[in-house]
Nanobody
Framework: VQLQASGGGLVQAGSSLRLSCAASGRTFSSYHMGWFRHVPGKEREFVAGISRSESRFYLESVKGRFTISRDNSKNTVYLQMSSLKPEDTAVYYC???????????????????WGQGTQVTVSS
C-alpha cells in the first residue's frame, strides 16, 4: 500500500486547508485511515481517524475545526481544516491500518503504512 499526501501550505491564522491522501490498493474501503502531525522535538500526535465503517475520531483540540472524510471510489481520505491556528503548524501524515479492529486509533504503532507527509504552516 502506498499513500500520497498533498494539500499542505502556508496560510494565515483563521484560514482553511484541505489535505488529501491517495492510497493504492484495491481494498481501500476496508482500511482504517488516520491523520497524524509532527513537530520537531515532539512526539507524533494523532489528529483524526476514520474507520472503515466511517466512525470518526478527533484530537480534542481540533474538534469542531477539522473534519475527516473518505471517498472510497477515489481511494482517498481528506482532512478539511478550518479556523487554523499557529499551533496547528506541523508536518501532517496520513496512515493506513489495513486489517483488524480500530480500538487504538490514537497510537501510531497501530498503523501499517504511512504517507510521506505534507507541511502545514499557519502564520499569526
Amino acid at each position: 500500500v502506498q499513500l500520497q499526501a498533498s494539500g499542505g501550505g502556508l496560510v494565515q491564522a483563521g484560514s482553511s486547508l484541505r489535505l488529501s491522501c491517495a492510497a493504492s490498493g484495491r481494498t481501500f474501503s476496508s482500511y482504517h485511515m488516520g491523520w497524524f502531525r509532527h513537530v520537531p522535538g515532539k512526539e507524533r500526535e494523532f489528529v483524526a481517524g476514520i474507520s472503515r465503517s466511517e466512525s470518526r475520531f478527533y484530537l480534542e483540540s481540533v474538534k469542531g475545526r477539522f473534519t475527516i472524510s473518505r471517498d472510497n471510489s477515489k481511494n482517498t481520505v481528506y482532512l478539511q481544516m478550518s479556523s487554523l491556528k499557529p499551533e496547528d503548524t506541523a508536518v501532517y501524515y496520513c496512515a493506513a491500518k489495513v486489517s483488524g479492529t480500530y480500538y487504538y486509533f490514537r497510537s501510531p504503532t497501530e498503523y501499517d503504512y504511512w504517507g510521506q507527509g505534507t507541511q502545514v504552516t499557519v502564520s499569526s
